[in-house]
C-alpha cells in the first residue's frame, strides 16, 4: 500500500490521534488487526508495576476495607499511568483497576477497583504488588465497568468513578463463566488463578501476535465480532504493553474455544479484513463523547452508543496527548442488521443495548428483576 492510500485510509479514533489497521494477525477464531500511527513522542508516565516494583507507589485498602475502592500513594517525582484491567493481587482480594488513571507525582488519590476474588476478605499482605507476570483481565470482564458508564453518559455528573461499583455483580458473573470454561475451579474465585493454570497456552499464543516497530494499538475480533481495541498515545508505550494487551484478549479466545460457544470455519474467519477494522474504527471514532469526572490527573472523556469506552488524555509539553483509548461494541450493527464483518445478524450477534443504571444496581445487590 503506498504512502497515499494509507494517509486516505487512516481513522481518526479521536481528534487526538488517526491510526490505520496493519495485516491482520490469525490464531483459530482470534483475529488481531495492529493499529498503526504516525511516529508520535513518547509519554513520561512510569507504569504502575515499574512503580510499585521501585517502591515508589504503593497502593492498599481504606481503612477496614472497601470493596470498590483502594487509596494510591504516589510518593515519587514522576506521574504513574494505571491502565484499566490491570490486576492488583494481595490485601484483603485481588482487584481489577476499572478506570485508566494518571496518578501524580507527590499526591493520594483514590482509585475505582472492581473485585477478582469473590471468596476471600481476609488480609494476605498489608499491600497490593502488581500481577508478577502482568496480563490484562479480558475484554469480557473490562467491558463491564464501561457499560456502567455509558449508562451515565447523557449525565456526566453522574458518570464519577463512584458508579463503577454497580459493575461488580457482572464482573464476578464473567470470571466465573471465564474459569468454568476453562475448567480452573477456584475456592476464591480469583483470576489470576485461571491464568496460572494456562501460563503455557497463554504464552504460545501470544507469541502469535507480535508487536511491530510503528504499532499504538490493536484491534481484536472474535470470530466475526469485535473484542474490542486498546489505543496508547506512543509507540514506545504501546510495545511495553503490547504482549499485556494481549493476554486478556488471548484468555477471552481460549475461554470460547468450545464447540457450543463459537464455532468458526476457516472460510468465516478469512471474511474478517481491513475493511471489517475500518468499520468498527470508524464507529470508535464516531461515537459520542462525553466529559466525566476525572480521577487522578488528565481528562476523561466516556463513548457511548455504538462503541463504548473510554478515552484518557493528558497536556504533556503544552500538548493535549491521547494517553489510552479502550472500545468496545455497544449497539454495534443493531440498525443495520448486520454484525462487524457485514454478515447477516443471525450469523454474528450483535451486542444487546446497555441495560439502565436501575438494572445493573440490582445486578451489584445479586437481585434479579423480579427482587429475588
Known amino acids: 500500500m503506498s504512502e497515499t492510500d494509507t494517509a486516505r485510509k487512516r481513522r481518526p479514533l479521536s481528534r487526538l490521534l488517526e491510526v490505520t489497521p496493519g495485516e491482520a494477525l490469525r490464531r483459530e477464531h482470534l483475529t488481531v488487526f495492529p493499529l498503526i500511527a504516525e511516529p508520535q513522542p513518547g509519554l513520561p508516565y512510569l507504569l504502575l508495576g515499574d512503580a510499585l516494583d521501585l517502591g515508589v507507589v504503593s497502593i492498599g485498602e481504606i481503612g477496614s476495607g472497601s470493596v470498590p475502592s483502594l487509596v494510591a500513594s504516589n510518593r515519587g517525582e514522576v506521574d504513574v499511568l494505571i491502565l484499566d484491567g490491570e490486576q492488583l493481587i494481595g490485601a484483603k482480594q485481588n482487584r481489577i483497576t476499572n478506570r485508566t488513571i494518571i496518578l501524580e507525582a507527590r499526591t493520594e488519590t483514590v482509585i475505582p477497583v472492581s473485585c477478582m476474588e469473590q471468596g476471600r476478605w481476609h488480609h494476605v499482605s498489608p499491600e497490593f504488588r502488581s500481577d508478577p507476570k502482568p496480563r490484562h483481565a479480558p475484554p469480557r470482564v473490562r467491558r463491564k465497568a464501561r457499560e456502567v458508564e455509558a449508562a451515565y453518559a447523557a449525565e456526566p455528573l453522574r458518570a464519577a468513578a463512584s458508579v463503577l461499583h454497580q459493575a461488580q455483580g457482572e464482573v464476578w458473573r464473567e470470571i466465573a463463566e471465564v474459569g468454568a470454561s476453562m475448567g480452573v475451579s477456584s475456592d476464591t474465585g480469583a483470576m489470576d488463578e485461571i491464568y496460572d493454570r494456562h501460563t503455557e497456552s497463554l504464552d504460545e499464543w501470544i507469541a502469535s501476535f507480535p508487536c511491530s516497530d510503528d504499532q499504538v494499538g490493536l484491534l481484536a475480533f472474535l470470530g466475526r465480532r469485535p473484542l474490542g481495541l486498546d489505543v496508547v498515545g506512543s509507540q514506545a508505550l504501546h510495545a511495553r504493553l503490547h504482549e499485556r494487551f494481549m493476554g486478556g484478549y488471548v484468555m477471552d479466545a481460549l475461554a470460547r474455544r468450545m464447540p457450543h460457544d463459537i464455532k468458526v470455519s476457516g472460510a468465516r474467519r478469512d471474511g ?59 449497539e454495534f450493527g443493531r440498525e443495520s442488521g448486520t454484525g462487524s464483518g457485514g454478515s447477516p445478524a443471525d450469523e454474528s450477534p450483535s451486542y444487546g443495548p446497555i441495560a439502565s443504571p436501575s438494572r445493573r444496581r440490582d445486578w451489584a445487590q445479586g437481585r434479579d428483576s423480579d427482587g429475588s
Not at 470508524?282 to 463523547?289: F, N, T
Not at 462503541?307 to 493535549?320: K, L, N, Y
Open 272 to 330: 474478517i479484513t481491513r475493511e471489517s477494522a475500518r468499520r468498527f474504527l470508524s464507529v470508535v471514532g464516531s461515537a459520542p463523547r462525553g466529559k466525566a469526572p476525572t480521577v487522578g490527573k488528565g481528562t476523561y472523556h466516556l463513548l457511548s452508543g455504538k462503541a463504548i469506552g473510554a478515552e484518557c488524555s493528558d497536556v504533556v509539553e503544552s500538548t493535549e496527548r491521547l494517553v489510552h483509548l479502550s472500545a468496545f461494541p455497544g
